[in-house]
């Protein structure tokens, strides 16, 4: 599996970025695509979460209502739309794929999106907000 994201940038406070991962080797019929982010100094944290065949999603409460996670499986691509940015969200941002269902089912119940059941990831775009 090769995951590459794009899509990084500076961005003002309150402004928008969107975020692609695009994916080969994967077989988006079975697995999710998740979001990660790591700031500086701080721990990799669970953004997002996408199973493609049905389009279940999973957003951590820090960013619901700001940012949607999309796929296009013709583009064998998963997206991040990050609205009304904040100072907060500045970090790198990773993807990552998992072979079925279960990490983003276990984040949809309530458990958070587990980071050591991913063993495919991208190599990162950095996101900085100016506040």
């Known amino acids: 599996v090769q995951l590459v994201e794009s899509g990084g940038g500076l961005v003002p406070a309150g402004g928008s970025l969107r975020l692609s991962c695009a994916a080969s080797?994967?077989?988006?019929?079975?697995?999710?695509i998740a979001w990660f982010r790591q700031a500086p100094g701080k721990e990799r944290e669970g953004v997002s979460c996408?199973?493609?065949?049905?389009?279940?999603?999973y957003l951590a409460k820090s960013v619901k209502g700001r940012f949607t996670i999309s796929t296009d499986k013709d583009k064998n691509t998963v997206y991040l739309q990050m609205n009304s940015l904040k100072a907060e969200d500045t970090a790198l941002y990773y993807c990552?794929?998992?072979?079925?269902?279960?990490?983003?089912?276990?984040?949809?119940?309530?458990?958070?999106?587990?980071?050591?059941?991913?063993?495919?990831w991208g190599q990162g775009t950095p996101v900085s907000v100016s506040s």
């Open positions: 996408i199973r493609p065949s049905d389009v279940t999603t």
């Open positions: 080797g994967f077989t988006f019929d079975e697995g999710v």
């Open positions: 990552a794929a998992y072979g079925n269902e279960y990490p983003c089912r276990r984040a949809v119940l309530g458990h958070g999106l587990l980071k050591t059941a991913f063993a495919s």
